[in-house]
């Protein structure tokens, strides 16, 4: 979706992915390597003038390889930090951006003490690699502390809180060399099974108050690393504050919704941001939603004919894979509701 | 710009051009060949679904060669009938669709008496080949035939009157398979030096009565054809009459609006009409302008900091050479004028 983007302003793409046939490989130039392959890495930045990432997972030293000799964009600081829950939560902290109550647990002793301390029920995640719901177990007495702790191989983790939230809600935000920032409006977003199935853009019942939280949220962040391109932070609701849950630097999953729902796409607007290019307007048009297509595929006629934007992404059908999305634009908020309903039926059908 | 509307809908891609590194080669599997080169088609077309062209100098019988094994869409007929300006007025007239007056040109008497008839001034096109206004001379009087006829290769020629018409509209529409239609709402067309400039949709101070010839006009050549895919007509203005210009059998420029300005691109209703899959919403999302880039590119940073949408083909600069398009978008009709005056300074600044 990124080369799709760039493609219009003239730019040049080359694709590195450690899997063979990578879905961008259809329309750019891919080299298959392994993230920490020195070597390849090498070749691979030789002529760009740009490199970017679109996967959290890619080693921070990798980043910082490439970045000695062609600069790298989101940093390979930030991207370090969101790979480490503990360091993104202390990002949040530090940024005066309230979080649910945590603590760090690097042994079975130090869990025992921060369920004593946050108390009620909790959720222990391993700091890294944990994504789509990946890597965490709820506790709810002192007794599950073991058995949870065993089950995420005694990693590195992290005890937070539960707290009863009302909502998730994400803001998508881009900025450029010189420090112009660009703010979509937040989304409304609903999992099933750990996986994002649905954004709403814009949220319902975005108040101004939301909107600027959600904002200063971003561009804390957003500053704090002079950052270029797309960030996205999911924030969960509660009786009027929105709670930093976690960021990624990159283009993500609930601002897909852009390429048909706003002036200008997250993808487009990554670019901008990582050339330093003049922003392009985030502005909403009318009001649109993004279904995730997980595991199987609906009938590319019916979802058409529904009124349905069809995005594939060319990945072999498997259950729990996002194998692409559907994005519905409308006049109004009842005229959408209706398009997901529409597009939701196409999509229970082609699951049953 | 077909590849990149297929790829989100799960399509591959792979192009014919005669040129070295077509500018689709960025971006698809390209083969360089001459349009008739028999064996070089055969291996083109082995293993695709469907072939079409967004190119009307295709020589016809090499589509039709390619159609016996291979559906190509649109049809080869319709190809052929828009190479030729004789074909096509007939086919006009045929379907009822106003047109200058014109004759047959086979010879140096044929057009004395051609001029005797139509009188006035009129204007003296070879049948085929000619397109971004080459291939016409002027007639004032019955003197400057001789020249004329010379200056256009004595070849088979069409006179056509010259009428003062009042503005250039164009229409885009897609067919697909089972008949339904989807109509773009009528642009305004303005040219310089035989090239499109600037186009604006949708086309102010549009009647219903307008839209309704157009759309009559648009219907009656795709329903005579079992179209699929998307057609364009220029059509001339004169007293609330639209009057057949010219047809092109292909995505058009006037057309490029769409991609930001509508609700689904003429690009992706081409390919959804070729494969036979359901039409996308034609309707325009606000006020939209299309503006040229001819001979040289105006700076970047200078055209995304204005708002404009932009679109390089990837060409090389040559005087008179489409380069790429820039589209801007606005909420009303008198934004979008200041949007359009905004773009064009630049324009008109990176060419002095």
Known sequence: MLALAGYPMGLQFRVLDPGVDPPAGEMAPAVTAQFDDLMALDAFMDGCD????????????????????????????????????????????????????????????????????????????????????????????????????????????ILEEVVDFERELSIIAAR?????????????????????????????????????????????ILERYDYQGILAIELFEKNGVLFGNEFAP???????????????????????????????????????????????LPDTTEVLAAGGHLHLYGKEPRPGRKLGHITVRADSAADLAVAIERISALIDQGRS
Chains 1, 2 share one sequence.
Not at 125 to 133: A, E, H, I, Q, S
């Open 50 to 157: 740009v490199v970017t990432f679109e996967f959290e997972q890619v080693p921070a030293d990798s980043a910082r390889h490439i970045a000695r000799h062609v600069p790298v964009h989101p940093s390979p600081d930030i991207l370090e930090v969101a790979q480490d829950r503990l360091a993104e939560k202390d990002l949040f902290a530090s940024l005066d951006i309230p979080t649910a109550r945590f603590a760090r647990v690097d042994d079975h002793r130090m869990l025992t003490d921060a369920v004593a301390t946050i108390g009620g029920p909790s959720i222990l995640k391993t700091r890294g690699g944990g994504y789509d719901g990946k890597g965490q177990v709820r506790i709810a007495t002192e007794s599950d502390t073991v058995h949870a702790w065993e089950d995420l191989g005694a990693a590195p983790c």
């Open 250 to 296: 990159r283009v993500h999953n609930s601002g897909h919704w852009t390429i048909e729902g706003a002036e200008t796409s997250q993808f487009e607007n990554h670019l901008r941001g990582v050339l330093g290019l003049p922003l392009g307007d985030p502005s909403a048009r009318g009001y649109a939603a993004m279904v995730n297509l997980i595991g199987t």
């Open 176 to 220: 450029t060399e010189g420090g112009d920032i660009a703010f979509y409006p937040p989304v409304e977003n609903h999992h099933r099974d750990g996986l994002l199935r649905l954004s709403i853009a814009p949220a319902p019942d975005l108040t101004q108050d939301l909107v600027d939280q959600a904002e200063h949220h971003a561009r804390a």
